[in-house]
């Protein structure tokens, strides 16, 4: 069956530095297009950034542009979050998500995604 599955989550100081993986199998990754979303507590999931099946295009949320980065290594069937500059308002549970459509179009909308991890914790202190 599918799984993907977050690592890295933490507790990063305001102004650090953090990378998020996403680590798949149980399908065939470069025929998915991938994204990540965040929930902080009380809010609901937002999406943050999203990549195209060879990581040519990427697209990203205002809040995080210029200081995120996504990525992804189909050989290793693995996604990256690469987060710079952290703000106290970046604290949430990270979620990667997985979806077999054929067109980028909805790419920032929850429910086109056909799998989810279970999330991993970033938390940035002030």
């Known amino acids: 069956q599918v799984q993907l599955v977050e690592s890295g989550g933490g507790l990063v100081q305001a102004g650090g530095s953090l990378r998020v993986s996403c680590a798949a199998s149980?399908?065939?990754?470069?025929?998915?297009?991938m994204g990540w979303f965040r929930q902080a507590p009380g809010k609901e999931r937002e999406f943050v950034a999203a990549?195209?099946?060879?990581?040519?295009?990427?697209y990203y949320a205002d809040s995080v542009k210029g200081r995120f980065t996504i990525s992804r290594e189909n050989a290793k069937n693995t996604m990256y979050l690469q987060m710079n500059s952290l703000k106290p308002e970046d604290t949430a549970v990270y979620y990667c998500?997985?979806?077999?459509?054929?067109?980028?179009?909805?790419?920032?909308?929850?429910?086109?995604?056909?799998?989810w991890g279970p999330g991993t914790q970033v938390t940035v202190s002030s």
């Open positions: 990549i195209s099946w060879s990581g040519v295009a990427t």
């Open positions: 149980g399908l065939t990754f470069s025929n998915y297009f």
């Open positions: 998500a997985a979806r077999l459509r054929k067109t980028g179009s909805g790419y920032d909308v929850m429910q086109t995604y056909d799998y």
